[in-house]
């Protein structure tokens, strides 16, 4: 007697909404165990759908063949297929090729899958709501909330998902045109009331999707805000008459609308689990919705079969599927966010437009867009002035009278281990090794200014003789040791974060004994574990000011190339801009004017005694990641204020200021804030935070996002990292220099045997 193997996982799964990502996990649960119940509700009809076209990826389209082939087969029977990208700006088209994409239309994608579902047994009940979320939980063993955006599974336990909406600046429409366009297209209309751009893919043999975007105040000043849908229809067909050839633009359930971004803190509840937009979004321009949610149905299926109770199996999803959908919602955030600012770069030079344009969600970069279209890259490149076989980050850069050999800097970084303020042999090894390691720049940690100004006692100073003769033995060795590179000092005082531990016995922490009085803009503490700062007066704020240029007198005899003003971070010259840490009431707090006095008087005392041919920076927070402080909007307006006052270039970093932040984390996540001060402005930026590869680096700066970048946690792990990005990319140029006793080491040694004779015959047994 054969005996059936047990149930495997839930029986009885009800499964509310009927988009691709519902349909598509009913079908493989179904398929997985066809003794299961499975109830679709979907309130609307079969053949309703909002939007036209759906692009999967490859990496999607493999994992449906591996899970379900006569899915994937009905898939590929449909299927349009490109590999071009069009981007078409003041009248100029760049193609740029090798992407491969694959779209068909949406009803067409929900009929294989209402096919699919019927032919397994899965039961689909179309105009029809699904009961309420708790009666479904009490009635079925699972329940997959596969609602949308809009989702009311998900606001019905609103408390227990703790979702986070939000609601982006731009409207756009989803429509369709009788063609289709020959690439992924990006079109940019500049209009009497603004930009308006046009993003379109073919989805089927004769037709495309055509997706309208612009800014809110943008929307509103054409009227469409007023405007019946079919006139919004009508007026975008004439806006974008060039790239449909003439003819008419349709709708289908059409509507403006604005973004919203879904994040939620947990993704199940009981035995109710989100799916698709329901759990997450992301921004349509990286085509990524349907794909989440398809990629979602696949894991939830797996993680069922393979984990021994549901507890474990949507715990095993959700751990499974976060991290992949926080990466493409961080790239769908940089991606939406650069075509909200699209104003920003118009005027950039066309090629580089088009290169800003493709790599805007950080995920398509410099090496990989070479491997897909060397020729459009290198065109690039050379528009760029980049000498033949020159990657962008080893092209020179200058600020004032400096000339830096290539475009990256070894930022600054603390290393608590000075004595009494004085640089020992240990910062002579640890800058001289990096400035040996090909940086164009290399620069100290922060430097302060007096004894008071130090964060930890091993700090380093720069407001003792003795100290500057041991900071120009650093500076000493770099440039005869090193020729090529450039060493600056930064300059600062610790204000309320003062009189701490080192960072590895306790980052922040006040010291067990031996602690000094702190000053700061307003006597605020920065934990509550700190001292309470105080405030400085009107004759304390002078004393500061001549320390800073005291400072500043020692470090241009040390023969320091570069010079950087440290107003970031929550130290006193960030504590004044802030408005979190600046509550004063005379003429140095208040307004954002009135919070940039005091450090536009350091940075004017501290410009009069530095030599006028060498440059000057600033470092900024651009953002307190917290509400209430400075915004990306005042970072703007303090990077102007500092340049009309004679600064060089903008360090553009964020936060470190409040302990309660709350920052956003990714890779190159501080970037847009360089990238908007650059672009919004035209002053030169140096972009930090999270950038971790050449290609990171090669990308940004041939995007236009930021003129330098500097690296920290790189250069710990690594100090020749420029001279190792030289030579994987096969550089041998005046960009970077092998000091002569390494040069043996410039190429890559062997990790093993390559010259044994290959297999030729294959004998059976």
């Given amino acids: ?98 992407h491969g994409f694959a779209a068909l239309g949406r009803r067409r994608l929900l009929e294989i899958l209402h096919e699919r579902c019927r032919s397994l047994g899965v039961e ?147 035995n109710v689990v989100l799916l698709g937009d329901a759990a997450h979004t992301a921004h349509f321009s990286i085509g990524s919705g349907t794909k989440l949610a398809v990629e979602d149905a696949l894991a939830l299926a797996a993680c069922l079969e393979e984990q021994p109770s549901l507890g474990a199996a949507l715990s095993a999803y959700e751990e499974e599927r976060r991290p992949v959908v926080a990466s493409t919602q961080r790239a769908a955030r940089a991606s939406l966010e650069w075509f909200e600012n699209l104003g920003l770069y118009l005027d950039q ?88 390691g090909g940086a164009g720049l290399v620069m100290t940690e922060m430097v302060c200014v007096s004894p008071e100004g130090r964060i930890t006692p091993g700090c380093a100073g720069l407001y003792t003789g003795q100290q500057a003769e041991s900071w120009r033995r650093v500076v000493d060795f770099v440039h005869a040791q090193a020729p090529g590179a450039a060493i600056g000092v930064q300059l600062g005082h610790s204000g309320r974060k003062g009189s701490t531990k080192v960072m590895w016995e306790g980052i922040d922490e006040p010291l067990d004994e031996g602690n000094w009085p702190l000053v700061a803009a307003s006597p605020l503490r920065y934990k509550p574990e700190n001292q309470v700062p105080r405030e400085l007066t009107r004759a304390q704020l002078a004393d500061v000011r001549e320390q800073f240029a005291s400072a500043v007198r020692r470090a241009a005899r040390c023969g320091f190339d570069l010079l950087e003003l440290h107003c970031a971070h929550g130290y006193l010259l960030s504590g004044f801009l802030s408005p979190l840490t600046n509550r004063r009431t005379d003429a140095y707090g208040g307004t954002l004017e009135n919070r940039l006095r005091f450090p536009l008087e350091v940075f004017d005392a501290v410009r009069a005694v530095w030599p006028a041919e060498r440059p000057m920076t600033v470092r900024i927070s651009a953002t307190d990641w917290a509400d209430g402080g400075t915004t990306a909007d005042d970072a703007v307006a303090i990077a102007r204020a500092f340049a009309a006052h004679g600064a060089d270039a903008i360090d553009v970093s964020t936060g470190q200021v409040v302990a309660e932040e709350q920052p956003e984390y990714g890779r190159s996540y501080q970037t847009p804030y360089a ?64 000091p002569a006793p390494y040069r043996a080491g410039s190429r890559r040694p062997q990790t093993g045997r390559t010259d044994a004779p290959k297999q030729r015959l294959t004998l059976g047994s």
Wanted: a negative charge; proline letters at 6%; hydrophobic letters at 40%.
């Fill in 124 to 270: 689909l009940r179309f105009r029809t709501p699904a009961p309420d979320v708790a009666r479904l939980s009490e009635s079925y063993d699972l329940v997959v909330a596969a609602d949308g955006v809009h989702s009311a599974t998900r606001e019905a336990y609103a408390e227990v998902f703790r979702p986070r909406v939000t609601t982006h600046r731009c409207r756009y429409i989803w429509l369709a045109a009788d063609l289709p366009f020959e690439a992924f297209r990006f079109e940019i209309a500049e209009t009497e009331h603004g930009v308006m751009q046009l993003h379109g893919y073919p989805y089927a043999a004769d037709a495309s999707t055509v997706i309208v975007e612009m800014r809110e105040e943008v929307w509103e000043a054409a009227g469409f805000a007023e405007s019946e849908v079919q006139e919004s229809v009508e007026r975008c067909a004439k806006i974008f008459a060039d790239a449909l050839g003439g003819r008419a633009l349709r709708s289908n359930k059409s509507a403006w609308t604005a973004f919203r971004t879904v994040v939620n803190e947990r993704w199940s509840h009981g």
């Fill in 349 to 436: 030079p066309a090629r580089q437009f088009a290169f800003n344009l493709l790599t805007r969600s950080r995920r398509v970069t410099h090496d990989n867009l070479r491997l897909r279209d060397a020729r459009f890259t290198e065109s690039v490149e050379r528009e760029f002035g980049c000498p033949a076989g020159t990657p962008p980050m080893f092209t020179p850069f200058q600020l004032r009278g400096l000339t830096l050999r290539n475009r990256v800097v070894v930022s600054p970084m603390d290393m608590y281990s000075a004595v009494d303020g004085v640089p020992g042999d240990f910062h002579l090894v640890h800058l001289g090794a990096r400035a040996l």
């Fill in 675 to 738: 990238d908007r001060i650059r672009n919004e402005t035209g002053i030169p930026v140096i972009a930090v935070g999270a950038i971790s590869s050449w290609d990171d680096v090669n990308s940004l700066i041939l995007a236009g996002r930021t003129d330098l970048c500097a690296l920290a946690r790189p250069h710990l792990y690594d100090p020749h990292w420029t001279l190792h990005a030289a030579a994987e990319q096969g550089y041998t140029g005046p960009g970077v220099s092998w």
């Fill in 1 to 98: 007697m054969t005996v059936a193997p047990p149930p495997r996982g839930p029986l009885r799964v009800a499964v509310v909404g009927g988009g691709p990502g519902g349909l598509y996990a009913a079908a493989l649960l179904k398929r997985l165990d066809p003794s299961r119940e499975i109830v679709v509700w979907e309130r609307n009809a079969p053949n309703d759908t909002f939007g036209f076209g759906v692009v999967l990826s490859d990496e999607t389209l493999g994992g449906i063949e591996h899970a379900d082939p006569v899915v994937y087969e009905a898939l590929r029977d449909e299927f349009v297929r490109w590999d071009d990208i069009d981007i078409v700006h003041r009248n100029i088209r760049h193609t740029s090729g090798g």
